[in-house]
């Protein structure tokens, strides 16, 4: 679980990845994630997830970038399964080579979006996210709603963190019991977690409210967001590269897995 | 009895909480740990009831290595009170809320009952008994954490940061329930960096800073040493301050109560 969220949050660095506009890393990974959405091939997915290993590379966060993807394995499992379920009770079918198959393009797809998001949230940080927000006309009020959920997702990680062990503390045994009962065990965690949640999201509506968050309509920055000659040009060959991507799906006919 | 054998313990982030702890605790003691904030207090008391394991060397709870055997029944013997351990409820009741540690360790109903019921009564929340844990007062919520840990009647109580956001009254009230739980027998440990708190309780007391314990003694002792208190970013007690400035009278820094000080300095003084 932790694994997971240390690779959604940013990591400083000073590489080229972290130095371009956000809003150009934003293109790149929403575009690498459409490539991944139109295609199903194997080979394709197993390209778009090589370009993002790469440009984690670059950005010197690889080994959390990987962690990331490792850590989803369970998730990814169960798309898989679920697929599979779902295949099976379609009228007709039944469990053969094809049906796995598609259900293993299917989750196969979800490490392409997995890796395309932790590429970006990896090198961005939240600020830079809510400057290419608001830049591209979104209204702050959004931004700032998605800019504090992604603020507080680590802190409620350690929060979740100090209520098992305060749970254990109190005899509870997370570990054993089959699945119903292994459910139930976590209502002592999870109810504490909601209400805590809910506390701190009044208790941070009213300590912004306080600094007159919303008196004006336009915001402005100490850092304005600029683009570079660097940024255009990576920025023309990522929309190249998935104009190439669209030319092939519709006209070439492809012949690979 | 708890043993800490040269106890190391780092934390997943590269962070060196313990850097070899060395420490016993007799059962019926009280004790305080002190120190400032990251010193490793709360990392210490994780280790009693084996929430954390220590990375190197090891610790023994009444001779059960705390690596040998799980959380839960390590928690028998050593209930911890957490700092915030108020947003850890969950119940509809408080009746409830005390009977679910009692009922994960199996406890019979009937004996339920009357633990659920004595802890009630101990912490003065017997009116409360079937309102919900959210409505009470934040004193009230310190209390309860106390009850919860104190119904299945654990051998040692750990507390942690037990003061933080309580009036006079509620520490006053602390103290008492301090003294008459360790009357009763139990080892009683407290992590504070509130040094009146401790300075009234006059524990022995451990003080800690930067993952070792540097100085393990009597509060009158501790407590009266100003310059390794301030090494150790805490501020002495009041009444030592005063003392430590009455050499002139040929008083010595002293930890005691501010009448047996004004006779000592009337005396002085005719």
Partial sequence: MSTILRGLQFYPGKTVIHKLDPRVKLVISLLLMMTA????????????????????????VFSRW????????????????????????MPGQSLGFQSIYEALQLAYRLVAFLASFSIFFLTTTPEELGMALTKMKVPYMYTFAFISAIRFTPILAEELQSIIDAQKSRGLELEKGNMITRLRRYIPILIPLMVNVLRRSYELAEAIEVKCFG??????????????????????????????????????????? | MIVFENVEYVYPNGFKALRGVNLEIESGEIVALMGENGAGKTTLLKHLNGLLKPFSGRVLVDGVDTRRTTVASLSRKVGIVFQNAEEMFFSPTIYEEIAFALNNFRYPEDIIQKRVGWALKFMELEEYRDKSPFLLSGGEKKRLALAIILAWSPEVVALDEPT????????????????????????????SHDVEFIADIKPRIILMSKGRIVKDGPAEEVLTDIPLLQECSLLPPQIVSLTSRLDFLGIRPKLAGPEEIAVEIARRLK
């Fill in chain 1, 66 to 89: 990987a962690r990331t993807v490792y850590g989803a394995a369970p998730l990814i499992i169960l798309v898989f399964l679920l697929n599979v379920l779902f295949k099976l009770s």
């Fill in chain 1, 37 to 60: 959405a139109i295609y199903l091939e194997v080979t394709i997915i197993t390209i778009v997830v090589a370009v993002e290993a790469l440009l984690s590379i670059i950005a010197k």
């Fill in chain 2, 164 to 191: 933080v956001g309580q009036d006079i009254l509620q520490k006053e009230k602390m103290i008492q329930i301090i003294r008459q739980a360790n009357q009763q027998g139990k080892t009683i440990i407290i992590s």
């Fill in chain 1, 215 to 257: 008196a004006k309509k336009n915001r402005t920055y100490l850092r304005e967001l600029k683009m570079t000659k660097r940024d255009l040009t990576v920025l023309s060959i990522s929309i190249t590269l998935f104009t190439l991507a669209i030319y092939v799906k519709l006209f070439v006919k492809l012949n690979i897995p």
